[in-house]
């Protein structure tokens, strides 16, 4: 045998094309896409705007989980959401860390609310109710202040001692409120 082995299934070479094997041509792309591969495709520019937020957004989680300074946390999770809104509002730049922004600056107030509730010890089970409190006068005798003595209407007079569960609070002023309608 001599030349190249051939397949018998094959087909014979067109006269103007040589016998080695066909080049390779790629379907044109879809419209929209580059045409030569060597062109490089539209960079959209970063959104730094978004950058700034993000970060920020971070700050403020940290700066609401520290006691002291909790306030100025939710301050810059208010500013990080309000950058983050404008960020992905841009026209013509990258939204996906704006809108990582507005998530980090939620997500930032929900922990910053539990940090609040852990620290201080607030929750709405926390609330005093008419049972709880304990006036006792000068006078003698200590009655509730849901009692006849001292209530709403008729509340304990200046000198008289206020018992709050561990507190104990003197009443020195009494200011009139409006009847509530």
Do not use: Y
């Amino acid at each position: 045998m001599s030349g190249p082995h051939r397949s018998p299934w094959a087909r014979p070479p067109a006269h103007d094309q040589h016998a080695g094997p066909a080049p390779h041509r790629h379907p044109a792309p879809p419209q929209g896409w580059p045409q030569n591969a060597t062109e490089p495709a539209p960079v959209t520019p970063r959104n730094t705007l978004g950058m700034v937020a993000l970060w920020l957004a971070g700050l403020g989680i940290l700066l609401a989980c520290v006691p002291g300074i909790m306030p100025l946390g939710w301050v810059v999770l208010l500013i990080a959401f309000v950058l983050s809104l404008v960020a992905v509002t841009s026209t013509r730049k990258r939204t996906g860390v704006a809108i990582a922004g507005i998530g980090a600056s939620l997500g930032g107030v929900l922990v910053a609310a539990i940090a609040f509730v852990v620290a201080t010890g607030v929750s709405p089970t926390s609330v005093l109710t008419d049972d709880e409190v304990v006036a006792s006068g000068e006078a003698g005798g200590s009655t509730t202040a849901g009692g006849a003595a001292e209530s709403r209407e008729d509340p304990a007079v200046p000198g008289e001692t206020v018992t709050v569960g561990d507190w104990e609070i003197v009443v020195n002023s009494f200011t009139a409120m409006p009847p509530s309608r």
